[in-house]
C-alpha cells in the first residue's frame, strides 16, 4: 500500500511525458509528411538535393534546408533558396505550424499561394522572390500579424496590392517589386510604424502616392520607381520621415513641384524624381541635405537656375538635371564638389561661362555633360585636371577660343563631343595631342568653323580604337593624309563641308569595306 502510494506520483510523470511524448511524435511526423508533400510538388529538382538528402531514414531536422527549434523539435525554418526548384507550394506546408522562417527564393515555383499558409501564425520571414508565382497577393497575407519580411518581388502577381497588408504590424520590408501589380497604393501601407524598406518599383501602380498619417521613424527606403502615379507628391509626406535614406519616384507621372518637407529628411542618400512632370525651381534648402550622395532630377520641367548651395553637398556623387528649363549659370561651387562622378546637364538653357578653375578640384569626375545649352566664352583647360575623365561632352553650345590643348592629359578619355560651337584651332594642334589618349573611340569636332588648318599626318596616331572621327563644316583644307589610313577601327568618318584637296586615300582604316550601318561623308569637288 505504501508502495502504492509512493509510486503515484512517478505514475502521473511516466503517464505525463509518454503523453508529450507521443504529441511531439505525431507533430514532427506532421512537419516531415508536409515537407515531403512538399517534395512530391517539385517535378524538377535541379541538383537533386530533396532526392538525395530529404529521406525518411533520416531525421527532418537534419534535411537540407530545415531547421528545428532546439526545445520543442519542430520545423521553425526552411530555406531553399537558389536549388533550381520547379514545382507548386502544396496546402500542406500550411501544417509546419512552428514555422517562422520561409526562404523560397531564386527558384522557379509557380501556380498560386495556398490559403494554408495563413495558418503559420508563427511566420516572422517570408521569401518567395525571384520564382513565377502568380495570381493575386492573397489578402490573408494580412493575417500573419508576426512577420517581419514579405518579399515577393520578382513573379508574376497581378492585381491590387490588398489594404489589408497595413495591419501587420511588425512589418519591416515588403518588397513587391517586379510583379505586374495595378490599382493604387493603398493608404495603410504607409500607416505601419515597424516599415524600413517597401519596394514597388516595375508595376502598374497607378493613383496618386498616399499620405503618411504617422511619424515613420524606421523607414529608409521608399522604391517606387517604374510605375504610373499621378498627382502631387503629399505636401506633409516627409514630415513623418526624418529617416529617409532613399527616395525613388523615377520614371511615374507625377506633377507639381517637389514639396519643401523633403529638405527635413536630413539623411537622405540618395533622391530620384528623373522622368516626371515635376516643375518649379529647385529651392536653395537643397543644401540641406548634406549626405546626399545621388540626386536624379533630369526629364522634369524645372526652371530657374541652380542653386550654389548645391555645393554644400559634399558627399555628392552623381548630379543628373538634363532636360529641364535650368537657366543662368552653373554655380562654381559645383565644381568644387570632390566626390562627384557624373554631371549632366544636358539639354537646358544654362548659359554664362565656365570658370576657369572647374577642373581643379574635380578628381573623381567620369562623366561631364554640357551639351545642348547656351554656354560661352572659352572651355577651360583646367579640365584637363580632372584625370578620370571618360566622356566629355559639350557640343551644341557657343563656346569659343582655342580646343584646350591639354585635352591630351586626359588619358582615360573615350568620348569626346565639341561639335556644333565657334572653337578655334590654328594648325589642328589639338590632334597631336589627343594621340594621347589610347582608348579615345569617339572624336567629333564638326560644326565649328574656326577650327581651320591641314589635317596633320598625326591623325594616324590617334587611338586605335578610334570608331568615329567627325570633322564635317570646319575650315580644313590641304589633303587627306595617308596616315589616316592606320586607324583601323574607323566605321565612321564624316569629313565633309571643307576645303580639302587632291586624291582621297583608297581605303580609310577599317573601311576597306562598306558596312550597310558605316556613313562616309567626303569632301565634294
Ligand atoms: C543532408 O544535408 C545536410 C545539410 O547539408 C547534411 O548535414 C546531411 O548529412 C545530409 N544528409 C544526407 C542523408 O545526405
Ligand atoms: C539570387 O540570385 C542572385 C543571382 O545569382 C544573387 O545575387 C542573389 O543574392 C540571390 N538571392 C538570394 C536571396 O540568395
Ligand atoms: C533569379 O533566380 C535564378 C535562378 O532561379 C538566377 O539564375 C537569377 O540570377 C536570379 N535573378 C536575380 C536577379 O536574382
Ligand atoms: C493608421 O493606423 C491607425 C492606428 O493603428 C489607425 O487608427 C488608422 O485607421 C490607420 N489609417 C489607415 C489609413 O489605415
Ligand atoms: C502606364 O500607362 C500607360 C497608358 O495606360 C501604359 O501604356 C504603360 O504601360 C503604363 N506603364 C506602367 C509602367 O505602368
Ligand atoms: C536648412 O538649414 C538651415 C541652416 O542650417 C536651417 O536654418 C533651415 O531651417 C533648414 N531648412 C529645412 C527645411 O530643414
Ligand atoms: C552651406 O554652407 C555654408 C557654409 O559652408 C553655410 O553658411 C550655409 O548655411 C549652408 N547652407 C545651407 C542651405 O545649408
Ligand atoms: C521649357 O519651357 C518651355 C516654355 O515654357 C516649354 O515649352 C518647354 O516644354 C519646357 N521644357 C521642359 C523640358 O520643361
Ligand atoms: C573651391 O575650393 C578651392 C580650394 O579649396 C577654393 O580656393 C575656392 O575658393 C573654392 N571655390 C568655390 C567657388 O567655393
Ligand atoms: C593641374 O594640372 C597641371 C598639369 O598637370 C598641374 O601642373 C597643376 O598643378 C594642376 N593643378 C591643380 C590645382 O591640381
Ligand atoms: C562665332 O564667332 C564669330 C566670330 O567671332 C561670330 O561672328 C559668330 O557670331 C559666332 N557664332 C556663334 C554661334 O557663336
Ligand atoms: C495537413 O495538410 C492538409 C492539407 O492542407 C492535409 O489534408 C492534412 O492531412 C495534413 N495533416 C497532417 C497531420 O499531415
Known sequence: MGNTFLNLPLLIIFHFSLSTFSMKLTTILTDQSALLALKDHVIHDAENILATNWT??????????V???????????????????????????????FLSFLYLTNNSFHGGLPVQLSNLQRLKYLSFGNNSFSGEIPSWLGS??????????????KGVIPFSLGYL???????????????????????????????????FLSGSIPSVPRDLLSLEVIDFTFNNLTGYIPEDMFDHLPNLKELALSYNLLSSRIPASLFKCKELQILSLSFNQLEGCLPVEIGNLSMLQIFYIGRNHFEGEIPKEIGNITLLNVFHCE??????SIPPQVFNISALTIISLTSNFLSGQLPSD?????????GLYLDINQFVGPFPMSISNASKLILLDM??????????????????????????NNLTSLGMDFLSSLTNCKDLEILTFDNNPLISGELPSVVGNLSSSLQMFYGSACDIWGSI????????????????GNKFTGRIPTTIGGLKELQSDTTVVMPSK
Not at 484 to 494: A, D, F, M, T, V
Open 56 to 65: 525518411v531514414s533520416t531525421p527532418v531536422c537534419n534535411w537540407f534546408g
Open 358 to 366: 572647374m577642373g581643379f578640384w574635380l578628381p573623381n569626375l567620369q
Open 67 to 97: 531547421g528545428c527549434g532546439s526545445k520543442h523539435q519542430r520545423v521553425t525554418a526552411l530555406d531553399l533558396t537558389g536549388l533550381g526548384l520547379v514545382g507548386t507550394l502544396p496546402p500542406h506546408i500550411g501544417n509546419l505550424s
Open 144 to 157: 500573419l500579424t508576426e512577420l517581419r519580411s514579405l518579399l515577393l518581388y520578382r513573379n508574376n502577381f
Open 481 to 496: 593624309p595617308s596616315e589616316i589610313s592606320n586607324l583601323s577601327r574607323l566605321i565612321n568618318i564624316q569629313i565633309g
Open 169 to 203: 504590424p511588425k512589418l519591416e520590408m515588403l518588397s513587391l517589386y517586379e510583379n505586374q501589380i495595378s490599382g493604387s497604393i493603398p493608404s495603410s501601407i504607409l500607416n505601419i510604424s515597424s516599415l524600413q524598406g517597401i519596394y514597388l518599383r516595375n508595376n
Open 323 to 328: 532636360h529641364n528649363n535650368f537657366t543662368g
Open 395 to 420: 557640343s551644341s553650345n557657343y563656346f569659343s577660343g582655342p580646343v584646350p590643348v591639354t585635352l591630351g592629359n586626359l588619358r582615360n578619355l573615350k568620348f569626346l563631343n565639341m561639335e556644333l
